[in-house]
């Protein structure tokens, strides 16, 4: 394996700027609007939005994709011929990334494209010059600022003539299976708010306009089957929530129920119901990822969910709009853990986890390189999705934020650190408030320096740059805590792949890296494994945190080896393809090393013996040669096993014997703990790193609001109903008030471009999509959502 420095390593000759931590700064303009984004290499963020009216032109016709550069925030268009309208995506084992499905070919106001197709969307548009997206696989090769981007081979390979799914899929889930293929789950066919009609007469097909199946890329002979769970959960089943387990089964979560599925035999195990009957999938939109997967439990997946939405089933309406404001509905701050293969055997639980500081929906986290967990973008209230009306509000000039369906964006992130005691884990101190809404269409993620990229929110159906929450260009970078050290690790020794099992490597940290106690320093120092993943739509497919077992050699020089081990020998913890590896140090990390996990290829991946690690060797006496106050993160420091001290830590795989392992972490914390686990690593030179063996949910105080339940008197106190706007009608973070009544003070920016004849976007609104008579007027009371 090919050794490489640390990316951006050179970068770091240069002070951080310790004022960026907490806060936000100009991340450019992306031209597109960031409905999809992800991080192709250490240069290169590669991002999408849906066929719609940019400015930014290329080849004669608006643009949709775009790259930005990580050195210089700077973006070039890039052409992408289908609409990837609300597709899904993921990365492939050889760090290609490769986007699934979308929505037929739209015109300007979201209309039906020039050509239809006769199944109730088109095939091709003239004006716009895009293409039915609906079964579309579109795969790119990131490149780097040293190759020509001109070159097909940096470009979108996206034509569905030559390649494509066996079935149409919009709102589909994505996730990669143990050998690198990708299962894809369920979707709609075509367009609505919620994936069913009313009455749901048939859950299955729903006249057309729902896909209950999966299928896998690449196919290799398999054909789409039925999968019974997206009947079950028919209308709240949009983009279901997926993680591949160990065993390599998979947790897949939709409406309020979950379930393990085997890929291999399609059988479906049940779990129990999400308490409270809290949706997260689309468009309740919660905050949802997997904990970090580290050796102080065992690589056991644990999936936290946090917000979205307890709407009574009946105000979720149907494929044409909600039959409420959703925009005066809270968003739920209730959050719940799963650990859905207990490593003790028991039965899965949902266990209450402590409340998020406010409501959200549309929130999502990012797993950062210190173990914790920030959460940014989202509303007080409502969900995702936009609409003309609602069953309440049945016209668009009464609509008081445009066609949003939801209201009081939440700009100022919060941290969740998952091994903090029980009601301690949630904070916010510290941390500035954007004053750019990030609504739907928003997205987030991690950049290759540990900063996140935040961009992207357009409750719209096409760019409209006047209403209340506007299409919006301007990215942000978010700085976490511990930019407020100035000196940052620069590791060596990193691999360019990694396996799964196998002999172990060597890191060196150079004493320039930190200060203090070289014993302590080693003490607290991590290397971990970062997928950042695919983001749209609050959530993050394929996203992974994995902290690589590692014992330590403290050098007279105040150098620090790290000794450290492979993939655990299981593809199915973390599955093959491209991640970053950052070494923390005192709660600092490096900036991210790519690599390659696994073989690079689709196919059954090998697996050797679990490293084996020497034992620890300290040096008293031994210091880093950093100043002290450049060193500090800002924060206290939590290795991502969990254990916060101050410049010491409990470092994996030093004791006798696996079973022993897990205790021993448990219960060694502070120094005395650290020195005792020292000990004992002296003793034993061989060390095998990978031991590879409820709350109930609290009543809620309901108002008679008259939404179903009723407004929960905890959350409505979070917005204000009053309503004040400035000259272009858009929402301003520095107003007083998030929220409003647009019966106050009516709304009246121009409907967006409004056909007679086709609707809001082109979309059927009656129950059944595909009937030929389903034509909307604009003096109807139907509108549509979506």
Known sequence: MLASISLLALLLASPVIAGKAGSFADGGNTQVSAMMMFVGNKDKVYIIDKAEGNAAQIKEHPAWGAVWDFNTHQTEVMDIKTNVFCASGMHLPNGSYVTFGGNGAIAPGGNIGSVPNGQGAASYDATYQDYDGSKSIRILNPCTDTDDFTSTNCQWFDNPDVLSMQKKRWYSAAEPLGDGSVALIGGFVNGGYINRNTPNTDPELEGGAAEPTYEFYPANGRNATVMQFMIKTSGLNAYAHTYLMPSGKMLVQANISTMLWDPDSNTETDLPAMPGNVARVYPASGAVAMLPLTPANNYTPTVIFCGGSDMPDNLWGNYSFPNTDTWLYPASKDCQRITPEPADGSAPVYVQDDDMIEGRTMGQFIILPDGKMLVVNGGLNGTAGYATNTGTTLSYSQMPFGMSLASGPVGTPALYDPNAPVGSRWSNSGFSTSNIARLY?????????????????????????????????????????????????????????????????????????????????????????????????????????????????????????????????????????????????????????????????????????????????????????????????????????????????????????????????????????????????????????????????????????????????????????????????????????????????????????????????????????????????????HGQGY
């Open 441 to 781: 269409h928003s997205s987030a993620i991690l950049l290759p320096d540990a900063s996140v990229l935040i961009a992207g929110s357009n409750p719209n159906v096409d760019v409209n740059l006047t209403t209340y929450f506007p299409t919006t260009y301007q990215a942000e970078i978010f700085y976490p805590a511990y930019f407020s050290a100035t000196t940052r690790p620069i590791p060596s020794g990193i691999p360019t792949t990694l396996s799964y099992g196998g002999d172990s490597f060597d890191i060196t940290v150079p004493a320039s890296s930190y200060s203090g106690s070289g014993n302590d320093a080693a003490d607290n120092t991590t290397v971990v494994v970062v997928r950042p993943g695919w983001t749209t739509h609050g959530m993050n497919m394929g996203q992974r945190f994995l902290q690589l077992n590692n014992t330590y050699t403290v050098n007279s020089d105040g150098s620090l080896t790290l000794h450290t081990a492979q993939m655990p020998p299981n593809s199915n913890i973390f599955q093959p393809g491209p991640a970053m590896v950052f070494v923390v140090v005192n709660g600092i990390p490096s900036n991210g090393t790519f690599v390659i996990v696994g073989s690079g290829n689709v196919e059954t991946q090998a697996t050797a013996g679990a490293s084996v690690l020497p034992a620890s060797v300290l040096l008293s006496g031994a210091s880093g040669s950093a100043d002290g106050s450049s060193t500090s993160s800002g924060d206290n420091p939590t290795n991502a096993s969990g254990s916060t001290v101050s410049h010491t830590a409990v470092i994996v795989g030093t004791v006798v014997a696996g079973i022993i392992i897990l205790g021993v972490i448990g219960a060694l914390i502070g120094v005395c703990a650290s020195r005792r686990r020292r000990a004992a690593a002296q003793k034993n030179p061989n060390v095998s790193s990978y031991p590879m063996s409820n709350t109930p949910l609290g009543s809620k105080t309901l108002g008679a609001a008259g939404y179903g339940g009723g407004l929960r008197s905890s959350d409505s106190s979070a917005f204000s109903l009053q309503r004040d706007f400035n000259d272009s009608q858009q929402w301003s973070g520095s107003s007083a008030n998030l929220t409003g009544d647009g019966r106050l003070s009516p709304y009246h920016d121009a409907p967006p471009y409004l056909d007679d004849s086709r609707g809001p976007h082109g979309m059927s609104i009656e129950l059944n999509p595909y009937a030929a008579q389903s034509r909307m007027s604009t003096s109807s009371p």
